[in-house]
């Protein structure tokens, strides 16, 4: 079973070589987005390949019939997997945090949030500005004026106790989905199991699609009292394999942290052991 | 008997009847859990019907009856479009009888949907061997080894995870392990996921084998 290597749209597979060949040029509009989407999938961080990305972070050729920017999404995404050794790419992103495409801003904070540079915290913060009363709907668009979920969520991987009073107010947001992304990132930047709770009682909304979403946000932050709600939660297998999944790596690595620190052979703990039961009985 | 009667049949009526995908959702999980042998066939018909929460509800259902539900699961088979195909592979899969060994080793290896390999892999190592003559045992229990250690590569990391559960299962029936500990040992150091190492070092701790195999420092 094999669908790892992407294929060119005419059937053919594509090369790194052809990939940059692709994305510098500029006559196939799609031939182009396609590479840039490539090259963040294989993971190709060759310096050709972050240059070239950078240079289609700029591109203002490739327009969709909204105003959007759909080469400069893809790019922002792959520099977000492969631009870590580049001290040219987070600037780049924190750049496209002002590009009037709301999902290039969105992309970019995924991106940085991934990129796990610090760096970005005080662009990401000034996107709330005006807080929660600003935050509300662009007429005639499906989203909010900002990519609040992915800011939050950036920022609950990136910042520290400073963005607090900045984050809190969005726990009373009207949209459910940025409520959970705030108390995503108060739990992460506070730790205290109050901003987990409320995830895991979205776990029994009516909804299935914030189920889904609170599935991913708690295996995101490796809840670990959230185990037994998530394995229990109505929705997909997969899903709750994911969720669980993040939890027990979550447990593996502060595990794994003390037995360094104490100088001992890795064993599983308990927790470890019961997670395991939980994603042996969803299989 | 009356009342048990009664129910079963208002159930089934109430599958029938569901006009949205939350009322059949509603009605399956109520088939399902009365564990009639009546309730196969609607079970069955279920899968087929692109409804993914009422599919779950019946494998259940179809998983808790077990034995019985298998000759109509395999017999259906063929008339399956793609989707219930998976969802009878996954009931196929819980209920572990050696009928459905050949369909799943396939499945472990090929199936489209990583759900169905994942269910399959780990319905591998849970076969009712005993269910099997003495004479054909060992030869079945290879024929899940092999592809289990072949589904030990597969891209997706839930589908390993399930190898080393099936592999695990199957280890604590067999005599020479062997392969298998050697196996779940490269797992547990070299899989590039930390879930599945950890799943893999697991297996091994309840195979009777503690701590790091490839060191031997510690004695």
Known sequence: MSDAAPHNPDGKPLTVDQALININQVADKGLRYYAAWWLGKMRSNQPEAVDALLLALEDATDRSPDGGYPLRRNAARALGKIGQNDTRVVPALVTCLGCDDYYVRETAAQALESLNDSAAVPALVALLDGSVEAAVQVPGKPHLVQPYNAILEALGTLADGEVVPIIEPFLGHEVPQVRNAAARAMYQITEEAQYAERLVTVLSHDQLQLRRAALMDLGAIGYLAGADAIANTLAENSMKLIALKGVLEHQLTDQAGQNQAEQQPVSLSADSRRVMTLMDGLL | ?219
């Not at chain 2, 009928?99 to 994942?118: H, K, P």
């Not at chain 2, 076969?127 to 092999?146: C, F, K, L, V, Y």
């Not at chain 2, 990391?157 to 695990?168: I, K, P, S």
Request: with cysteine.
């Open chain 2, 1 to 219: 008997m009356a009342p048990v009667l009664k129910t079963f049949e208002i159930c089934l009526q109430a599958v029938n009847d569901a006009d949205s995908a939350q009322g059949l959702l509603d009605a399956v999980e109520d088939l399902a859990e009365l564990n009639d042998k009546r309730a196969i066939p609607t079970l069955i018909q279920v899968l087929g019907f692109n409804n993914p929460g009422a599919a779950v509800a019946a494998v259940e259902g179809l998983i808790q009856i077990g034995v019985p539900a298998v000759s109509l699961l395999l017999d259906k088979l063929d008339g399956y479009n793609y989707g219930a195909r998976a969802w009878a592979i996954r009931a196929l899969a819980g209920i572990g009888d050696p009928r459905g060994q050949a369909l799943l080793l396939n499945a472990a290896a090929n199936d489209f949907s990583l759900s169905v390999r994942r269910a399959a892999a780990r319905g591998l190592g849970t076969i009712r061997w005993h269910d099997i003559p003495d004479n054909e045992r060992e030869g079945a229990m290879m024929q899940s080894q092999t592809v289990l250690f072949q589904v030990t590569k597969d891209d997706e990391w839930v589908v390993r995870y399930a190898a080393v559960v099936g592999l695990e299962a199957l280890a604590l029936k067999l005599t020479e392990t062997g392969n298998i500990i050697q196996c779940l040992s490269q797992l547990s150091h070299h899989d590039d996921t930390a879930a599945v190492q950890a799943r893999a070092q697991w297996a091994l701790e309840n195979l009777g084998l503690t701590g790091n195999q490839d060191s031997n420092t510690q004695s």
